[in-house]
């Protein structure tokens, strides 16, 4: 009988693959495929949906993408990873959430194309849009924005600190290709520059007057990098190297372990 931590586990490994075919089609179809990264988040998706056995492969990610996001909501509430409950703890727990509120948004815009609700086109960002909409209908809306804005470049900051010193390596198991911290370090720094973009993106429309238009999504923020030559490149290139160090961290990413008395995860290295 598959116990609760061994079920857990398995659903974190589906989120890492998940996580690995994401970021690697969007490296790939930035360098690639000029038409399909302009359609920003979707045109991720569209690619992936025209792959063969691509429906089933959509599936497999709306399942995995909310796997990946309720591990790092986990993190927020149970503190699984251990990182403390001071304030730079709380600041690495809330990251996580952050990232928890992004995947799931990602399951989404997935859901959509496997149901085929999304194959008829239409901008990736539209539902970041207008989600942005409702949140500046309200009062102090603009400030939500702007400090989510914020919060993603010291989100950047974290990512290309980890790049460089290969801090992540903590949480991997040693059994894992000696390439492993490479290809992490390289994927973490392209996840910096697009967190900028994002970031960017949140504080103009937050902050600026800029509107719900100038959100960017992750396909969004890739792409709105395509006239910045070699910047591009390296990030394209930087996002495929991380689409599979997520791949290994399916395999060998050490899991919190659920405590079988009380259903909470703790993180065991």
């Excluded at 999304?118 to 924005?145: D, K, Y």
């Excluded at 520059?193 to 007057?209: D, E, H, N, R, T």
């Excluded at 405590?259 to 993180?267: I, L, M």
Aim: charged fraction near 15%; glycine fraction near 14%; include cysteine.
């Amino acid at each position: 009988m598959v116990d609760k931590s061994e079920k857990f586990n398995w659903l974190v490994r589906v989120g890492y693959f998940s996580r690995a075919i994401l970021y690697f089609v969007l490296g790939l179809i930035a360098l690639t495929s000029s038409s399909k990264i302009a359609e920003g988040t979707n045109g991720i998706f569209r690619a992936i949906e025209e792959y063969p056995a691509g429906t089933i492969i959509l599936w497999i990610m709306v399942i995995g993408l909310i796997a990946y996001a309720l591990f790092r909501f986990c993190s927020l509430f149970f503190d699984i990873e251990n990182n403390g409950s001071d304030a730079k703890g709380w600041g690495k727990r809330i990251g996580h959430a952050g990232s928890g509120v992004a995947h799931l948004a990602l399951a989404y815009s997935a859901y959509k194309f496997a149901s085929s609700e999304g194959s008829g086109g239409g901008s990736g960002s539209g539902g970041a849009q207008e989600a942005a909409s409702g949140v500046l209908s309200f009062e102090l809306g603009g400030f939500v924005l702007g400090a989510l804005g914020i919060a993603l470049f010291i989100a950047a900051v974290h990512q290309a600190k980890k790049g460089l010193t290969g801090s992540f390596m903590n949480r991997i198991s040693a059994q894992a290709p000696d390439a492993t911290r490479w290809l992490g370090g390289a994927g973490f720094l392209a996840r910096a520059v697009v967190y900028l973009v994002i970031g960017w993106s949140l504080i103009q429309a937050g902050f600026m007057s800029g509107g719900a238009e100038q959100i960017k999504t992750l396909g969004d923020a890739v792409a709105s990098l395509a006239g910045e030559g070699f910047v591009f490149t390296l990030t394209a290139i930087g996002l495929m190297l991380f689409g599979l160090f997520s791949l290994i961290l399916a395999r060998y990413r050490i899991i919190p372990e659920l405590d079988s008395s009380a259903g909470v995860p703790k993180f065991r290295a």
